[in-house]
C-alpha cells in the first residue's frame, strides 16, 4: 500500500501565473476528494471525483479553478491567474466506494485516506 | 447545513493523564463521524470512525470516541496521553444525502506534557 501521493509538495508562484498539482489515489479507490486547507482552520471540501466522474464541486470552487480525473486514475487540480488568497495547502484524499456490509448486515462508509498535501505559496 | 465544531482551540494534558478532546456535530439525518489527526507538515490520518452500531468506538493508537445522539457529540478519548500523542485533532462529519463530502471542524490542537 503506497498511500495518496500528491507533487508537487511546495509550489511557489507569482500571482497571475497558472499553476497544476496532481494527485494519483491509492490504486484500488474509485473515489478521489480535493480539498484546501488553510492555517488554523480544517479542510475544506473543493470537488470529488467517482471513478472519472466528477460528481459535485464546492461554490469554493471558482471558474478559475478545474479539477480532472481522465481514466478514473490520478487528478489533476489547476488553479488559473492565481491570487494571493489562493495560498494555501491542497490536500487530496481517496477512499473505497460506500457499500453494504452484508457480513454485518448493515451499510457502511469507507474512511478517507489522505495525501501529504501541496503547499501553494502566491507571491 | 451541517457543521462540526470543536469548542476548544487547544487543549493541555500531563504525560499519563487521560485526555478528551471535544466534538459537536449538526447534520440532516443520520450521521457519520470521523477523528483525524494532523502532525507538523503531513497529511491528515484517520483515527476512527461512528457509523452506526455501538456508541463507543475504538481506533488507532489507543483512542476512542463516544457518540451521544441527545447531545450531537462525538468527543475523542484516551485513557493515558502520551507526548507523541501531541498533534492537531480535527472531528468531521459526513452526511449520506450530501454524498462523499466530509465537513472538518477547525481543529483542535493537543499538548502533551512530560
Known amino acids: 500500500d503506497t498511500g495518496v501521493s500528491q507533487n508537487p509538495r511546495h509550489k511557489i508562484t507569482k500571482r497571475g501565473q497558472n499553476v497544476t498539482f496532481r494527485c494519483d489515489p491509492i490504486?484500488?479507490?474509485?473515489?478521489l476528494y480535493w480539498y484546501r486547507q488553510t492555517l488554523g482552520q480544517g479542510p475544506e471540501f473543493l470537488t470529488y471525483?467517482?471513478?472519472?466522474?466528477?460528481?459535485?464541486k464546492s461554490r469554493l470552487l471558482s471558474d478559475r479553478f478545474s479539477a480532472e480525473r481522465p481514466k478514473g486514475s490520478f487528478s489533476t487540480l489547476e488553479i488559473q491567474r492565481t491570487e494571493q488568497g489562493d495560498s494555501a495547502m491542497y490536500l487530496c484524499?481517496?477512499?473505497?466506494?460506500?457499500?453494504?456490509?452484508?457480513?454485518?448486515?448493515?451499510?457502511?462508509?469507507?474512511?478517507?485516506?489522505f495525501g501529504p498535501g501541496t503547499r501553494l505559496t502566491v507571491t | 447545513a451541517q457543521s462540526v465544531a470543536q469548542p476548544e482551540d487547544q487543549v493541555n494534558v500531563a504525560e499519563g493523564n487521560p485526555l478528551t478532546v471535544k466534538c459537536t456535530y449538526s447534520?440532516?439525518?443520520?450521521?457519520?463521524l470521523f477523528w483525524y489527526v494532523q502532525y507538523p507538515n503531513r497529511g491528515l490520518q484517520f483515527l476512527l470512525k461512528?457509523?452506526?452500531?455501538?456508541?463507543l468506538v475504538k481506533g488507532s493508537y489507543g483512542f476512542e470516541a463516544e457518540f451521544n445522539k441527545s447531545q450531537t457529540s462525538f468527543h475523542l478519548k484516551k485513557p493515558s496521553a502520551l507526548v507523541s500523542d501531541s498533534a492537531l485533532y480535527f472531528c468531521?462529519?459526513?452526511?449520506?444525502?450530501?454524498?462523499?463530502?466530509?465537513?472538518f471542524g477547525q481543529g483542535t490542537e493537543l499538548s502533551v506534557k512530560p
Open positions: 484524499a481517496s477512499s473505497s466506494p460506500q457499500g453494504e456490509d452484508w457480513a454485518r448486515g448493515r451499510r457502511t462508509f469507507y474512511e478517507q485516506y
Open positions: 490504486s484500488e479507490h474509485n473515489r
Open positions: 471525483f467517482q471513478n472519472e466522474a466528477q460528481l459535485e
Open positions: 447534520v440532516s439525518g443520520n450521521p457519520y
Open positions: 461512528y457509523i452506526t452500531g455501538d456508541n
Open positions: 468531521a462529519v459526513r452526511g449520506f444525502i450530501q454524498g462523499g463530502k466530509l465537513i
